[in-house]
């Protein structure tokens, strides 16, 4: 007898029918003889709903408020607990409703995205060795003070592997409404194929870098404790993509997937003095004014004096980076800035690479053969990433993916 | 420095522009000086959207069932206590929303219409001695076990009272969407009056006569309790109806007021043999069948061998208690069965009757100069009820309302 955690997203709970559906699939593990943990969110919509309400009532000035915020957002997920324990006893399946304060479920006392500290299992423990599955409302926990708290979005994905780590369970099954992880956005990338396996590693790259398949917290969470999570489709029946450590990968391919991001602007800082300090100088700042900066290249002018200074931020972030920078004018003492929001990020990801040499080489080539010009350049282990112009993204992805040979083949009719 | 409970149905925080209205409501409470516990529905509609959810995936066959569904029919109230507490935190009022569980707010464990044991007052006293309102969730409550329990339809105004009651309230005011109670329903009788005080004893006939302005159990729990209630309009600035003591009202009229209810039905078995026994064989399969039965009578036949029996019971068990007479029919003997779904209940009530002789005489006579029929009589202490044809309500109440002087006195323009 297996332990399995489900999760449920959104989409995959998004109306009755649907809650009635997952019901099923809940039904087919516990047929098949195994313990089932369930972990569901809100129905698609509906977090979003209350959060505009909150905005409505409320500016969110204080962090008192956001324990408040926690209470609303965090009621959606308590319905379609209710409700698909419902359902499965309807199947004849016992089954209980599991609150975050009812498990307990203890996180820290960040409302809006506390991190999860412990889960007590014993009662969970105690309700499934009398014959009942367990459907834990996701999202949601409490402080050691009894408030109400949340994972952040998407944070489902964390409970479930949270779960699956607490309580051992031998598979973290995540239902979502696409099939897999795939080696690039299928649709962009016609020929995209859908991974088996996929190393921690790289979905952590994949998942930072925009593929939405998971939260990125559930994904490090899943390699810190082992946790054999699979990503699957709610909506057909067939074997998803499965998460697991790199040495459980036997044929590394050079590369494992290409994710692109476009939420990106670009800010270059032209004849920055080039002394000692000036990087503190410039994002110093930038970080205390919460805004993350991503990809850094610094380049000595010709004469030797000055230095040109490119960076990049969230586009949401901007305009606000624009206004600490001008207001440290004086301290930094650059020339000139320019701002493009109309880049994107293309990274080629895989835990191949540290085998393959070449793997960025072959990536500036195909890109200079399709003549599209590399802004700035970074990169790690497991991958390369470069800037680009945002025109030009699906182009390059298209050739990325058939120069690393990821291609699906088309079957013969 | 005064305790004020406030008391907000669902159409009083119905929208979210509903929601800053209370909340500016409870602020005046707060400027004025006193100390406030806030109570919430959920917004109108939500909780009957959330039933529906539970009726279209599960029959609710047994008791456990319903421990799930308090999980899901609760979420309405968190969501409206969560908002309020943040809108007053914005208008620079220091709140926070209680949950049932976090009170505790410990019920028994039926679960779907919970009786209320103990509210635990040390918790939000603390808050409420750092200077925070408390906002609590109406309708729900937990058991021993820590299952969520809520207390029946309209079952905010009894958490609202037991709140009162608990804390030592020096008032509780129910805000719904009528500015009091009145003589009768000024839907029906134009000339109907409000009330200034009505006694405890005479609303509570009222609401379980289909006054539905307070939940039955939220009145006797006033009453036995001595809680002072005010029930006004969320929408309209003036005072309400008092629930006050018998012996508080000084000059008692006659008749405080006239109530109806439409949810009737008459069945009268004839010929029966009358037997000791025949009661208990007429009511006893009735009441195993949960069959609530209101109004009895009982005639002899002329030949004095035969006794005709004639009883109500809800509109809507009408066909089932037809069912259980007929699967009966041998132990009851009777010869024929006659029901009529076309009734009505009057009720003229008043404490004032204890004092006030002829207050029956009046209703018959009344009603005789209309030329309506009486087809049952009971009474009580306080109270005078008669089943007549429904098509003769209107009239009946209006003729009523002017026989016993209640009618308003129309202002001169």
Redesign the interface.
Known sequence: MALIVQKFGGTSVGD?ER??NV?EKVKREVDAGNQVIVTVSAMAGITNQ?VE??E?????E?A??F??????V???E??T???????L??LGIPA??W?G??IPFRTSRTHGKARIEKIETDAIRESMANGRVAVVAGFQGITED???TTLGRGGTDTSAVALAAAFGADRCDIYTDVDGVYTADPRIVPRARKLDLVAYEEMLEMASLGAKVLQTRSVEMAMNHGVKVQVLSSFEDKPGTLLVREDEIMEKEQITGIAYSRDEARITLSDVADKPGISAAIFGPLAEANINVDMIVQNVTPDGKATDVTFTVARGDLERAVKVLEDNRDSITFQNMHTDDGVAKLSVIGVGMRSHAGVAQQMFATLAEKNINIIVITTSEIKVSVLIDEEYIELALRALHTAYGLDAVVEKG
């Open positions: 009755i809650i009635c019901a209350m309400y909150v409505q009532v409320s500016s969110l204080d008192e408020a324990a408040d915020y926690d209470v609303v965090s009621s959606g308590q319905v607990s209710g409700l698909l324990a419902l359902r006893r309807s209980r409703a609150l304060w009812q009894n408030r109400i």
